[in-house]
């Protein structure tokens, strides 16, 4: 059973960083697609960043120029570097791979991130 762990989650003060980290585990298949998404309260999950296994990346508008994603095809693991952090960027943020040749899509159970201003 794929697994997703995320770690790196937690409280900063705005204009800080953060280091998100989502390591795949549980299968053989080759992992495709690994990216971020967010969701606050009453809102619908919304794409941070992608990046697929060759590396291409795509960010949303709201984050381009201060979050990078990159990603680790060894160690089945993709990162979110996040900074000059706002409060806005508060919310819960998940990890999505896709993996195998039909693309099963696979979510982590979240990790919180919130920005103080």
């Known amino acids: 059973q794929v697994q997703l762990v995320e770690s790196g989650g937690g409280l900063v003060q705005a204009g800080g960083s953060l280091r998100l980290s989502c390591a795949v585990s549980?299968?053989?298949?080759?992992?495709?697609?690994m990216g971020w998404y967010r969701q606050t309260l009453g809102n619908e999950r919304e794409l941070v960043a992608e990046i697929t296994r060759g590396g291409s990346t795509n960010y949303a508008d709201s984050v381009r120029g201060r979050f990078t994603l990159s990603r680790d095809n060894a160690k089945n693991t993709v990162y979110l570097q996040m900074n000059s952090l706002k409060p806005e960027d508060t919310s819960v943020y998940y990890c999505k791979v896709d993996y195998g040749p039909w693309g099963i899509n696979s979510w982590g159970r979240g990790t919180q991130v919130t920005v103080s201003s």
């Open positions: 549980g299968t053989r298949l080759s992992i495709n697609g």
